[in-house]
């Protein structure tokens, strides 16, 4: 199962720490105005018009803006956008561009690049990352300078910041557009092989690196490299005024701040390497750097500049160049060679026109290609054709998104239709709801009822119990008066089958009505019989 590429979906919010700030600030990288730019709240890089994206792991080791032409040729022919190579990948390229300029006294090489280095997708059997999708490594049958990097680069992709774009003379040294949700496609240039004319013109560059290597006393690792590079504060992937041999120190143009302090250049190169705390930090290289003090030999400075002129090309690694050393030193005749301090500067455009020759000898008509008026015209004819194929790419994308619109507007329309479903079922629950709290309250207002029913049953039987009490006590009494009267008692212990107590006690309860109809007839008869009053006629 082929390994899912993540994408845009990969970039996340920018976390840009004040300790990111204050480090950008001692390395001078934020010293030019607006040179950097940092985002708000957007979780998706948007570069304001003339910045592009970079990151802080990048740019502390060693990129700045306008770009090294060698870095961007490697962009060119590997395919690849600059956030598609991981913070180790960049420290190679730094590292290499330094051991070239500095300690070889050449300009970056292509064909030794090819020898030392190739390219591999970075990622899982499930998992292929764009940012950072791709590790430039060195090959295991090469003897190179240990550079101890770390296995990895903990939260760096969330690091990420808009560099200003600048350019350096040309338009060749402008960092590509971004575009964040390209996909990495392999091509056969990430680990193409310096051909036999390559590894020839390249031998004596390969010896003097195991010389630097192994030479006792003067042994140089790639850690020396990047603490030399650091010390210098000349940014390596940065295009520059001047080569590092010509390196004139303080003064020189190219440095981006003072120097830094041991305490920093220290901890600088262990977030760089596996270093511990344990592990010393070189202060200085055993091997004396190529600079303006100590210049180039002659012999290594012809050399040096034939070898500098085979810069990445823009075509396809198996087609092979055969060129005549005077067109490799960079002239137009041999006459008019140039210094060993001038280096030709890498137009990959034209490069890709003439590095398909496969013939021995270059037609008369192609030294035209030298002089400055073509070559511009050939820059603007070969801007003309990418900006024709950044359009066509421009369309497709269009395309693309109008498809992605139209697959959001669907799901955008069953989401509408799922909301009303929701609101029809919540209006429904809710209906059921109030039902269910009616019941409830029904259920809750009988069971008030019965419970004051059996509060009131509860207090009749205790009336009841107290009557039938009142009764007993009045019955107890009577039953006194009745022995002294009649010497019989009643019957107290079973008075439910005893006459005269249920005579007594009808009585009892009914003697009140009895007195008062005996009253009434004996006020009946009062009437009747009493003599009339004085005044009246008695008849016989």
């Known amino acids: 199962m082929a390994a899912a590429d993540l994408g845009a979906a990969e970039w996340e919010r920018s976390k840009i720490s004040n300790q990111d700030l204050n480090l950008l600030k001692k390395l001078g990288i934020s010293k030019k105005p607006k040179a950097l730019c940092f985002p708000s709240e957007e979780s998706y890089p948007t570069p304001p018009m003339g910045y592009r994206v970079s990151f802080v792991d990048h740019l502390i080791r060693g990129l700045s803006a306008p770009i090294h032409p060698f870095l961007r040729g490697l962009l060119f022919v590997y395919g690849l956008q600059l956030h598609h190579l991981t913070p180790n990948s960049i420290l190679h390229i730094s590292i290499f561009i330094t051991l070239c300029e500095a300690f070889l006294g050449v300009s970056p090489n292509w064909a030794l690049w090819k020898r030392i280095f190739f390219c591999r997708r970075n990622g899982s059997p499930n998992v292929a990352y764009n940012i950072g999708g791709v590790v ?8 190179y300078f240990d550079v ?45 092989e310096a051909t036999e004319e390559e590894r020839a013109s390249t031998e004596a560059l390969m010896t003097r690196i195991h010389e630097l290597q192994n030479t006792r006393g003067k042994e140089l690792s790639g850690i020396q490299i990047t603490v030399y590079f650091l010390k210098s504060r000349v940014q390596p992937l940065q295009a520059r005024k001047f080569p590092l041999w010509k390196y004139t120190g303080d003064e020189d143009v190219d440095r ?39 210049a180039l030999p002659e012999d290594d400075a012809s050399e040096g500049t034939a070898s500098a002129q085979s810069p990445p090309p823009a075509v396809s690694p198996k087609n092979k160049r055969k060129r005549s050393d005077v067109e490799d030193s960079g002239t137009s005749k041999p006459e008019e060679a140039a210094p060993s301090s001038q280096k030709a500067a890498y137009d990959p455009y034209l490069e890709s026109l003439i ?22 015209l050939i820059r603007i004819g070969a801007q003309f054709i990418g900006y024709r194929e950044y359009a066509s790419k421009t369309e497709e994308k269009l395309a693309e998104a109008n498809e992605r619109a139209n697959i959001l507007a669907q799901k955008l329309e069953q989401s509408e239709e799922a909301r009303k479903k929701a609101e029809s079922d919540a209006i429904q629950a809710r209906a059921e709801a109030d039902k269910a709290k009616a019941d409830a309250a029904g259920v809750e207002d009988l069971r008030k009822r019965l419970h004051d029913a059996e509060t ?7 009336a009841q119990s107290a009557r039938e009490e009142a009764v007993l006590k009045r019955i107890r009494t009577q039953n006194r008066r009745f022995v002294t009267r009649t010497a019989q008692e009643f019957e107290l212990e079973d008075p439910d089958n005893d006459p005269l107590l249920d005579a007594v006690s009808f009585l009892e309860f009914h003697g009140t009505e009895a007195r008062e109809g005996i009253d009434q007839a004996k006020a009946g008869l009062s009437r009747l019989f009493l003599p009339k009053e004085r005044g009246t006629r008695n008849f016989p």
Not at 136 to 143: A, G, V
Not at 355 to 374: A, F, G, N, V
């Open 136 to 143: 430039i490594s060195i090959r295991p049958t090469i003897d």
């Open 148 to 192: 101890k990097l770390p296995d990895s680069v903990q939260g760096w992709r969330k690091r990420w910041l808009y560099i200003r774009e600048e350019n350096h003379g040309c338009a060749e040294d402008n960092i590509p557009p971004f575009d964040g949700a390209e996909k990495i496609l392999r091509r056969r240039s990430w680990d193409a």
């Open 256 to 294: 981006l701040s003072a120097d830094l302090e041991v305490k920093d250049l220290e901890k600088l190169v262990r977030k760089f390497s596996s270093l511990s705390k344990k592990d010393s930090v070189p202060s200085s290289c055993r091997v004396k750097p190529y600079i303006a003090d100590n």
């Open 355 to 376: 590095s398909s020759d496969d013939e021995e000898e270059i037609p008369t008509w192609m030294w035209l290609l030298e002089r400055p008026m073509i070559k511009d």
């Open 456 to 462: 009131s049953l509860s207090e009749h039987i205790a």
